[in-house]
């Protein structure tokens, strides 16, 4: 009798583990995402050495020092980390290839390398002639960065654990293959497993790794959703492959806010960075267009600026097209409804295509209303005055409802040299008169078109 290899059955999305195969996973819902394995043993990896130390503590007397930073002296990359790389922490950057995640990494291992930090750079994906000409490109190579390239996991935990580096960059986690697990790297038991050796190490040794991982068509890091729980922080890099902006955003940080972004343009010598995203995004304005307005989201702590455009045409199909590029096209559909419905404007007999220029993607509600203004603007063919910017989130009732750091946004306003802001009525409980700029508050999606589309007095 022939002998069976064991396998199991993993679920790609989330981990879930089954003896047999499923059509759709009962722990996360999804269909067809398993995928078979086979079993490992279940001594694996580096998860029998023991890291934190077994004795309980007493909460009173645990220190409550933060962990020990280091800024990696590139001001939009620290923000997203909370300030700085925190010593012995491990993260995730995911990203579409091509986008920048090595470029980014070995720009920060460089800066940091100049300052005396040891680094080693660890990839499987590259040769060291590779990375040599990119670093090349990057400008001058400091002194103590070491590069390292192999897949092996246990090799790499030794000269991780003999070289003691201060940052480690791990670039990709799926070509890392650990010898104790048998399926294929890339795999979900592999890319877990490797995980957990890196997370052991960094713990451990107060080593900081940043993992580089693939994302899916879906936008996920491939592999089981296991990995962004076991990480300290997930930062994803994004951008549109053919505008040369990107974002760095991230969606968990254990050491600090997850809704703060950095943003970055991708130069010819690599990644530079944007201190003032709202000047870039509102670059290459149309002059005297309809459909064409300002409008302020936050983002974390930081106001952005951003141009709404939208394009509203009289359909010759039965059923009107709609397209939202860069914010979520059910809420488009819906403030769509309520200009209809509130307005009297008749939407349903027209296409319409609403864009956020610049590809940034935004789906703040404090974007409601300018969408409500570009649309309204471009179906009645009136321009909205360059100067002017908005602000609020819109009910179905077409009410316009209060969002949060109203100040900052009309001070961010005011700094680009806007001259009138819509903003509100229920904010004004809170908004200070600031000089040097006109706060027009309104209550209802009617009242903002009006205040929109009068011209301003000349002063
Ligand atoms: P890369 O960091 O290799 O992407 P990832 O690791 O996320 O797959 O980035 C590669 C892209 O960036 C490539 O299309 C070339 C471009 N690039 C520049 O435009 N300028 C540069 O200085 C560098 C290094 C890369
Ligand atoms: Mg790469």
């Not at 059955?9 to 499923?22: R, T, V, Y």
């Not at 043993?41 to 309980?56: C, I, M, Q, T």
């Not at 990480?231 to 809704?259: C, H, M, P, Q, W």
Request: with cysteine; hydrophobic share 40%; charged share 25%.
């Amino acid at each position: 009798m022939a002998v069976k290899k064991k396998t199991v059955f993993f679920c790609q999305n989330c981990g879930f583990e089954s003896a047999k195969w499923m059509g759709q996973c009962p722990a996360c819902h999804e269909w067809n995402s398993f995928v078979e394995e086979p079993k490992e043993k279940s001594a694996a990896g580096g998860s029998k050495r023991r890291v934190l130390s077994s004795k309980p503590v007493l909460l009173r007397d645990v220190s409550a020092e933060e962990n020990e930073r280091t800024a990696i002296g590139m001001p939009e990359f620290d923000r997203v980390l909370g300030g700085g790389i925190v010593k012995g922490s491990l993260v995730l950057i995911g990203g579409d290839p091509g986008i920048g995640k090595s470029t980014i990494l070995l720009q920060a291992a460089k800066l940091l390398a100049q300052r005396g930090k040891k680094i080693l750079y660890i990839s499987g994906e590259e040769s060291l002639a590779q990375i040599r000409m990119r670093a090349e490109r990057l400008g001058e190579i400091p002194e103590g960065l070491f590069l390292y390239c192999e897949t092996n996991l246990g090799d790499i935990r030794e000269v991780i654990e003999t070289e003691k580096p201060d940052m480690c960059v791990v670039d990709s986690i799926q070509t890392m293959y650990n010898e104790e697990v048998a399926s294929a790297p890339g795999s979900v038991s592999q890319v877990r497993e490797s995980t957990n050796v890196l997370m052991m190490l960094a713990k451990g040794l107060g080593v900081s790794i940043f993992i580089v991982g693939h994302v899916t068509k879906e936008g996920a890091v491939a592999g089981p959703r296991v990995l962004e729980h076991m990480v300290d922080t997930v930062l994803y890099f994004e951008g549109d492959r053919y505008a040369s902006y990107r974002i760095l955003r991230a969606v968990k940080n254990r050491f600090g806010s997850t809704n703060e972004i950095g943003v970055f343009e991708m130069r010819g010598a690599g990644l530079v960075e944007v201190p003032n995203p709202s000047e870039y995004m509102l670059s290459g304005r149309p002059e005297h267009a309809s459909g064409s307005v300002a409008a302020c989201t936050v983002e974390g702590t930081r106001p952005i600026l951003v141009e709404i455009q939208a394009l509203v045409a009289r359909t010759s199909f039965g059923v009107p097209r709609r397209t939202a590029a860069g914010t979520d096209y059910n809420r488009v559909n819906l403030l769509l409804a309520v200009l209809e419905k509130r307005c009297g404007i008749d939407m349903s007999s027209c296409d319409a295509y609403i864009n956020i220029a610049g590809g940034i993607r935004l789906t703040e509600p404090a974007l409601d209303l300018g969408i409500i203004l570009a649309a309204a603007s471009s179906f009645r063919d009136i321009e909205i005055p360059e100067n002017v910017c908005a602000f609020g989130e819109v009910g179905l009732a077409g009410e316009v409802r209060a969002v949060g750091q109203a100040e900052n946004r009309v001070r961010e306003a005011r700094r680009l040299g806007f001259a009138k802001v819509i903003v509100p009525k229920a904010n004004m409980g809170s908004l200070r008169k600031i000089e040097g700029i006109e706060i027009a508050p309104v209550g209802s999606v009617r009242e903002a078109i009006s205040a929109a589309e009068k011209k301003l007095e000349k002063k």
